[in-house]
């Protein structure tokens, strides 16, 4: 079955350390999207990607890297310059257009 | 002003009521509307989707768009227990990217 798979499900960083949350699609789709909610919040935007090789800042990027290197896969950095990770991250993917697919989540813990 | 606005909520309603969730967004230009249902700690679903002015129902849902207006709804009729969560409004953002935009969602209580 076709779909988003997001890994690990809980990850505990501590401070100063850099963290890599991975995403995995096999929807064939072209767009990929990272979002980090908050308790009570919204989805807000951290880095998408519309092709292999290129990305883009979302609304609140900083604190975060990503890369893209192949069309199936979308990993986002936690680094510690982020000062306050401790969140639930989302990834997704859409057709153009379309309505977005998303992975299970993964929830940061910062110990 | 927030691109996607939403009632935070929380929305009670009694078992067997009609629900209803309101949205309003503020970029002309969107094309493309959704709402999607997230259940405490899960990622969320697809509940509906819209294009065009009108209504659009499928079961007990139906999604209301107006585009003049800047407005969209969604009516959930017969409301279950099952049903409450928190429903996120969802735009995607016009000028070629169709970046998926979200609301902060609201928080529907269905009580028996």
């Known amino acids: 079955d076709g779909g988003i798979t997001q890994s690990p499900k809980y990850l505990f960083r501590k401070e100063g350390q850099n963290v890599t949350l991975s995403c995995e699609q096999n929807?064939?789709?072209?767009?990929m999207y990272w979002y980090r909610q908050d308790p009570g919040q919204g989805l807000r935007l951290i880095y998408y990607?519309?092709?292999?090789?290129?990305?883009q800042k979302g609304d609140i990027a900083e604190g975060y890297s990503v890369s893209r290197e192949k069309k199936e896969s979308f990993p986002l950095t936690v680094t510690s310059a982020q000062k306050n990770p401790t969140a639930f991250y989302l990834c997704?993917?859409?057709?153009?257009?379309?309505?977005?697919?998303f992975g299970q989540g993964t929830r940061l813990t910062v110990v | 002003q927030k691109e996607v606005e939403q009632n935070s909520g929380p929305l009670s309603v009694p078992e067997g009521a009609i629900a209803s969730l309101n949205c309003t967004y503020s970029?002309?230009?969107?094309?493309?509307f959704f709402w999607y249902r997230q259940y405490s700690g899960k990622s969320p679903e697809l509940i509906m989707f819209?294009?065009?002015?009108g209504d659009k129902e499928d079961g007990r849902f139906t999604a209301q768009l107006n585009k003049a207006s800047q407005y969209v709804s969604l009516l959930i009729r017969d409301s279950q227990p099952s049903d409450s969560a928190t429903y996120l409004c969802a735009v995607n953002r016009a000028g070629g990217s169709y970046i998926p935009t979200f609301g902060r969602g609201t928080s529907l209580i269905v009580h028996p």
């Open positions: 997704a993917s859409t057709r153009k257009n379309t309505e977005a697919f």
């Open positions: 929807l064939n789709h072209d767009a």
């Open positions: 970029d002309r230009g969107s094309q493309s």
């Open positions: 990607s519309q092709i292999v090789n290129d990305f």
């Open positions: 819209i294009y065009s002015n």
